[in-house]
């Protein structure tokens, strides 16, 4: 019985996450396809936040590429169960916290909105399940790589 409960918890787990992935293609594509700033013309009114005041757009776009790999790293981490993982996971939403809070104002459409709130209570979900749920036993970090037996 405890192998079955095991094994739906995994699944679940590997669901969240790519409901996750999902929802986050959806919030970059749907703007994009809809081109809503051609409508509303919002985008000169919003505040552009302090990374674009002292840093460049090269440095943004850095940043950018930086988070992207962070993103994608972590989440094939977690999705294949390996311990790291979990540190890598919750590094990168700690860092896109901070880059959303100094990134400046987010226009978010009522279309828009339910996704945004699913997605973060996906990843809280995950957050869950990496740290207090299920799961944690799986991504313990084994002492014994750290242990030199020679001594």
Known sequence: MNLKHEFTNKIIFRRLILLMVFLSILLELIPTIFNFERYYGLSRFINQGLLSIYFDTKVELYLTAFMSFFSLTSIILIY????????????????????????????????????????????????????????????????????????
């Not at 226009?107 to 973060?120: F, R, V």
């Not at 207090?132 to 030199?148: M, S």
Request: charged share 10%; proline share 4%; net charge positive.
């Open 80 to 151: 294949f169960f390996i311990p790291i993982g979990k540190y890598f996971f919750l590094i990168f939403t700690i860092l896109n916290f901070l880059t959303i809070m100094f990134g400046g104002d987010i226009i978010n459409y009522g279309l828009l909105y339910p996704i945004q709130w699913l997605k973060n209570v996906t990843e809280a979900f995950i957050i869950y399940f990496i740290f207090w749920g299920p799961l944690k036993n799986f991504f313990k970090i084994n002492k014994a790589y750290f242990q030199d037996n020679n001594l």
